[in-house]
């Protein structure tokens, strides 16, 4: 099994900046996909960025240019990095990890506990 737990959440005025960790640990034989999902009350979830291990990354259109998601294999974490936020922004996010336990073992997803954050107007 593979845990992650994130930290970096909090309360922000708009234009502030936040930096999101998520850390896997248990057992891991290989990470592919590492990515942050956020969801807002009475939304769906949503992805927000994702970098592969050969470190492509995707964002969403709404965060380009504001948002920077890296990671760290050494560490199993992968980070995000949130400037120029907005109020939009606020929501429940989520760290996924697409991993295998062992050789044999398919990939599967695991997901992190969420971390709020709040942008204040």
């Known amino acids: 099994q593979v845990q992650l737990v994130e930290s970096g959440g909090g309360l922000v005025q708009a234009g502030g900046s936040l930096r999101l960790s998520c850390a896997a640990s248990g057992s891991i034989f290989s990470i592919n996909a590492m990515a942050w999902y956020r969801q807002a009350p009475g939304k769906q979830r949503e992805l927000v960025a994702a970098v592969t291990s050969g470190r492509n990354t995707n964002y969403t259109d709404s965060v380009k240019g504001r948002f920077t998601i890296s990671r760290d294999n050494a560490k199993n974490t992968v980070y995000l990095q949130m400037n120029s936020l907005k109020p939009e922004d606020t929501a429940v996010y989520y760290c996924?990890?697409?991993?295998?336990?062992?050789?044999?073992?398919?990939?599967?997803?695991?997901w992190g506990q969420g971390t709020q954050v709040t942008v204040s107007s």
């Open positions: 996924n990890v697409r991993a295998s336990s062992t050789w044999y073992a398919p990939r599967a997803d695991y």
